[in-house]
């Protein structure tokens, strides 16, 4: 952030509230993990069961009765233009990582953050059945469990996240390269390099606002960003919640990584 930047008013407020909405929305979630799922496919290929449901749904009512006059954009809901038209925007994924859900593994979190102007202002990612909790503000830090996350230059052979085209292409720039066993939620992908777990990660085209807004901010606060094949930051809350192929890391590999992107889809 500019030393010029005046951070939006009311985060602190904002950061109470999404956190403890997820935090309930991850016990909700838990309550269903293990067991057998209904499931029903979305356009997409994409999978949702029935406690993707019931988490949006109490997130939906508790958020919005708090803040009545903030859009809202989730994976399951049914999108309306109405939030076009408000100051800041909720945006939410109710089980990132949906996929890995099913399967019984870990990786999946309850993905909040609230939006306005195109940037995200607070997130937070709710990780229960892994035991970990990441929360943002804009300009005041990432934090894992409490403890601040700061990005630090990685070794000749970073670890590199992502599609196997994009990964592979990598390799000409890195050559001791590690490759990453792939993680369903991408959230909780991006949350791994703010935690300095993994170096970068790259994005397949068609991942949504949801997918991102949370993780970005953790991101951003501990260092790092997420590019665009056109050297860009994402925006969030426009009218097309989906964006193309991106790359998140800190910024010892963006640059590189990002033009691996004009690459290859040039």
């Known amino acids: 952030m500019q030393a010029t930047d ?24 838990m309550g269903h993990f293990g067991r057998k799922h209904e499931i029903r496919m979305k356009p997409g290929d ?36 109405h939030r076009l038209g ?5 945006v939410v994924d109710p089980i990132d990582g949906t996929r890995a859900f099913i399967d019984n593994r870990e990786t999946w979190c309850v993905s909040i953050a609230v ?39 990685p070794g000749l052979s970073p670890a590199i996240a992502g599609p196997k085209p994009m990964v592979d292409a990598a390799r000409a720039e890195f050559p ?17 390099v703010a935690a300095g777990r993994i170096d970068a990660t ?31 930051s994402p925006s969030y809350g426009g009218v097309n919640p989906q964006h193309g192929s991106l790359v998140a890391g800190g910024p010892y590999l963006l640059d590189r990584l990002s033009d691996i992107l004009i690459r290859q889809e040039a």
């Open 202 to 232: 790259f994005v397949k085209p068609k991942a949504h606002d949801w997918d991102l807004a949370a993780a970005d901010l953790l991101l951003s606060e501990a260092g790092g960003g997420i590019l665009s094949r056109t050297g860009l």
């Open 115 to 153: 939006v306005e102007a195109g940037r995200p202002l607070v997130g937070v990612l709710a990780c229960p059945a892994i035991g970990e909790f990441y929360s943002a503000t804009l300009g005041s830090g990432s934090f894992l469990d409490g403890r601040r996350l700061a990005l630090q230059e």
């Open 46 to 81: 994409s999978p949702v069961t029935q406690a993707d449901i019931a988490v949006d749904t109490y997130l939906r009512e508790t958020l919005r009765r708090a803040r009545p006059d903030y859009g809202w954009l989730s994976e399951e809901t049914v999108d309306t233009p």
């Open 6 to 29: 005046v951070v939006p008013s009311g985060l602190e407020a904002d950061l109470e509230l999404i956190a403890e909405a997820a935090r309930a929305g991850g016990e909700i979630a």
């Open 86 to 90: 408000t100051q800041r925007l909720f």
């Open 176 to 192: 001791a390269l590690r490759t990453v066993p792939y993680i369903p939620s991408l959230a909780y992908r991006v949350a791994m």
